[in-house]
Nanobody
Framework: QVQIVESGGGLAQPGGSLRLSCIAS???????MAWYRQRPGKQRELVAR???????NYADSVKGRFTISRVNAKNTVNLQMNSLKPEDTAVYSC?????????WGPGTRVIVSS
């Protein structure tokens, strides 16, 4: 059974930084890993994705500010968020494509406010 734990959300000031982590366990192969977010009153959107060869793609709104990375040996995907803006306020969830199907983390809330 796949288990996913997210951490790193919280409150940050505009211009500040946060680092989100997503760890999956369950004895399976992980392919694509991604972070999505759902801002208040908006639909869920892709923030960043990283493939097995560590190719990445980002939403235009976060390019140059966010960095996605992965540690394959630990089935971990991280999202380093710098230069945070109030519009980055959202619930962030990791999404994993695995040999046992696609899974979502429970979500972690990020609030950017002064």
């Amino acid at each position: 059974q796949v288990q996913i734990v997210e951490s790193g959300g919280g409150l940050a000031q505009p211009g500040g930084s946060l680092r989100l982590s997503c760890i999956a366990s369950g004895g399976f192969a992980v392919y694509d890993m991604a972070w999505y977010r759902q801002r208040p009153g908006k639909q869920r959107e892709l923030v960043a994705r990283i493939g097995t060869e560590e190719t990445t793609n980002y939403a235009d709104s976060v390019k140059g500010r966010f960095t996605i990375s992965r540690v394959n040996a630990k089935n971990t995907v991280n999202l380093q968020m710098n230069s945070l803006k109030p519009e980055d306020t959202a619930v962030y969830s990791c999404s994993l494509s695995t040999s046992q199907g696609n899974y979502w983390g429970p979500g972690t809330r990020v609030i950017v406010s002064s």
